[in-house]
């Protein structure tokens, strides 16, 4: 008998979010007892560090430079074959609840006719929905649209019908929250509380044909802007805060928008602004700063040390950049309420396999698109920013019959899709750039290196950046000359960049060029070639 195959995955979730990963102030049970089951990986990379393009690499099993979609915002000039649509042929029933994320959501004049994933079409049409697919593979699909628990396609149907009125999902500042605002909806018509029961019945309806199903329950949270409802976050009002990592770095060796992003003049646009509320002294010592930083990354003086011990970037006290130490604490603690309420949606799913004695006929397989930088080096939200905090994301394989086992195996995105093919039996795609992580005799250890991307987009602000991770360095090279070398093993925290100092140039020298080699082998294998000629 085939294996169900059940995908639960969130955007935008640090892994050190999870009890199971060690955060002792945010409860998540039931995430914890499928890592309690299962097999949790603790060094699984991000193909890229934004949504679109990692999503992407998670559903075809392609790098972005292969499939295409390198960043936010672009059209697919063609659909692509997805996981869904491998199962889908090896007869699976094939659904997802949630965010998908494959089409641009934001720029409806710019959509083709049938573009389905638009904020902007769906903001028009509200709740006014009766498509429910085919989509990319996915015979069912029932859409939450966007961030900030916006009551429109699928989830405002449902949100709707269940008593919930517009002016519930907008963000207020009541107190105790007024640097982080939240809503006054209640949990139960929260969208992840829509994805756990709609996943619930999608499993309890099926049970009624017997056919194996390939389900992906996909949580829009703990995505910013953290405003999870009111009753949520005052469960965590008083939270004790997980700190984060050296909020206080200077950044110094760093690649320059680093400092100008903590310091709220870098967009992912390229567009560098006024700082609001900046004093004369605070602008002479950030183009101070922003000179010494170019200079220093051209030339490579004065030495790292030095600049790292000069004075804190952080300015009139504050937490990182322009965010206050209050503003920092409650977006933590409303991030662990949103963690919380998802792990409640979890729970709802797996209740539902309970109740149809499906557990043990069902492979789970946990994950999030990216992490967030969360205060770590003073930095928040995501980016070119290639700290483990937005790189290492959770990855949990609960596989029926397995022993529970904690791995630091190296993972990437793009493996998800060979490693679900491979447990569930089904044929894998030969064009994959993925790696079967587990198979009949257990962990493979196939995979030596990981590979990220990151492209910002936007015409002439755009910068091609690659990197390659194994278990010694993380190695990242831009477009424009600038690199990062950062020691895993004697710099957990990252704290240096040590491309640019004396006596690295030979590993610099051989990571570009491992780097390069991944390149050319990773060349595409999409589409089948069917003749010579």
């Avoid at 309690?36 to 690499?57: H, K, W, Y």
């Avoid at 049970?207 to 703990?222: E, H, I, N, Q, R």
């Avoid at 060979?418 to 196939?446: F, K, Q």
Wanted: with cysteine; proline share 6%.
């Amino acid at each position: 008998m085939k294996k169900n195959v059940l995908v639960i995955m969130c955007d935008q979730l640090r892994k050190d979010f999870l009890g199971c990963y060690g955060n002792a102030y945010v409860n998540t049970p039931n995430i914890d007892s499928i890592a309690a089951e299962g097999l949790t990986f603790d060094q699984c990379f991000v193909n890229n560090p934004i949504c679109m393009p990692n999503r992407m690499s998670m559903f075809t099993g392609m790098y972005p430079h292969n499939h295409g979609m390198w960043t936010n915002g672009l059209m697919p000039t063609q659909e692509l074959p997805t996981i869904a649509d491998a199962f889908k042929q090896a007869g699976y029933e094939t659904c997802s609840i949630g965010k998908l994320h494959f089409e641009p959501t934001d720029c409806f004049e710019h959509s083709p006719e049938g573009s389905r994933e638009d904020h902007r079409a769906w903001e028009r049409k509200g709740d006014d929905v009766d498509w429910t697919g085919p989509y990319w593979g996915f015979e069912h699909v029932e859409f939450t649209i966007g961030h900030a628990t916006k009551p429109i396609a699928h989830y405002g149907k449902w949100f709707h019908a269940n008593g919930g009125t517009d002016d519930m999902a907008k963000a207020k500042s009541i107190p105790p929250f007024e640097s982080c605002p939240v809503t006054t909806m209640p949990e139960k018509l929260h969208d992840s509380t829509f994805i756990g029961e709609r996943c619930a019945q999608y499993i309890k309806n099926n049970t009624v044909d017997g056919k194996p199903f390939f389900l992906v329950a996909s949580f829009p949270d703990p995505h910013h802007p953290f405003n999870p409802p009111y009753e949520t976050a005052m469960r965590y009002v008083d939270a004790v805060v997980k700190t984060p990592v050296a909020e206080d770095d200077t950044l110094a060796t760093r690649p320059i928008h680093y400092y100008q992003h903590k310091m709220g003049a870098w967009h992912r646009a390229g567009v560098i602004k006024e700082i609001e509320g900046m004093t004369e002294e605070e602008r002479r010592r950030l183009d101070e700063t922003i000179k010494m930083l170019g200079d220093f990354m051209k030339t490579g003086t004065p030495t790292a040390s030095s600049l790292l011990g000069g004075e804190s970037s952080n300015a009139r006290g504050k937490a990182s950049g322009s965010i206050s130490s209050k503003e920092r604490d409650e977006r933590i603690r409303n991030t662990y309420a949103m963690v919380n309420l998802i792990d409640q949606g979890v729970g709802k799913i797996l209740s539902a396999l309970q109740e149809a004695r499906l557990l043990e006929d069902t492979i789970i397989l946990f994950t999030s698109d990216h992490g967030e930088l969360m205060g770590d080096h003073g930095l928040w939200l995501k980016g070119p920013f290639f700290y483990d905090g937005l790189l290492n994301v959770p990855l949990i394989v609960r596989i029926p019959g397995r022993k529970t086992e904690k791995t630091s195996e190296l993972a990437s995105t793009v493996d998800i899709f060979p490693t679900l093919c491979e447990l569930a039996g089904i044929e894998t795609p030969r064009y994959l750039d993925g790696v079967p992580l587990v198979d009949s005799n257990g962990l493979t250890g196939a995979r030596t290196k990981c590979l990220v991307e990151y492209r910002n987009g936007y015409f002439k602000n755009d910068i091609y950046s690659m990197g390659i991770i194994d278990s010694k360095y993380k190695f990242i090279q831009y477009q424009n000359g600038d690199c990062e070398l950062t020691d895993r093993r004697n710099d957990p925290e990252e704290l240096l960049n040590t491309a640019n100092i004396a006596g690295n140039e030979k590993i610099v020298s051989q990571y570009r060029e491992k780097l390069l080699m991944t390149m050319l082998e990773t060349g595409s294998k999409f589409p089948n070639q069917i003749c010579n000629a």
